[in-house]
């Protein structure tokens, strides 16, 4: 028959385990999307998961209300969805299975769809470039779509849904 732990190893384990705890915790949110002083962009909704890189391969959920810093890259799942309002006041909604780098007032979509809502915009604020691997895709009207496929045929569709936007799209497809 084998003997209780003695209190002192007790209290032992349980201050290891704090001090993980707490190492864990600084670990994952020192540089997390809340850590700059200045967001580029707040998560207003997150449905599923939706994902920040804080390091090499590391990945933190985000939730709604947190500051997103510029540089900052998001990404959603299978089945996940994001808005997040830009400081300029434009709010983008970030599909299922997408990934997104805040860049200052810009937004570079690496893969997946970004829908933009640009009515809110504040008067004076530069207009949101959507840039991806085959184009820049610049607001000139308030609502646009963008989808980045690099598999798709063809890998970069834009829908405008009010008015028109401005593209300059490098259009290769040499394999």
């Keep these: 028959m084998q003997n209780p732990p003695s209190p002192r190893k007790l209290l032992l384990l349980l201050a290891a385990l704090m001090l993980a705890a707490v190492g864990f915790s600084w670990f994952t949110f020192r540089n997390g999307p809340t850590s700059h002083p200045t967001p580029a962009a707040v998560v207003e909704r997150a449905a599923g998961r939706v994902e920040v890189l804080i390091g090499k391969g590391y990945w933190r959920q985000v939730l709604p209300g947190e500051g997103v810093a510029k540089g900052i890259v998001l990404r959603t799942l299978k089945g ?4 997040f309002r830009m400081t300029g006041g434009a709010v983008a909604r970030l599909g299922a299975d997408s990934r997104a780098q805040l860049v200052a007032t810009d937004i570079r979509l690496e893969q997946g769809a970004l829908d933009v809502d640009a009515s809110g915009v504040q008067p004076g604020s530069p207009p949101l470039d959507v840039r991806t691997p085959f184009g820049t895709i610049r607001q000139a009207g308030p609502r646009f779509e963008v989808r980045c496929d690099q598999v798709a045929n063809p890998p970069l569709r834009v829908r405008v849904r009010e008015r028109d936007v ?9 394999r």
């Design 80 to 83: 996940a969805e994001a808005s």
């Design 166 to 174: 401005a593209a300059a799209v490098a259009v290769s497809f040499e």
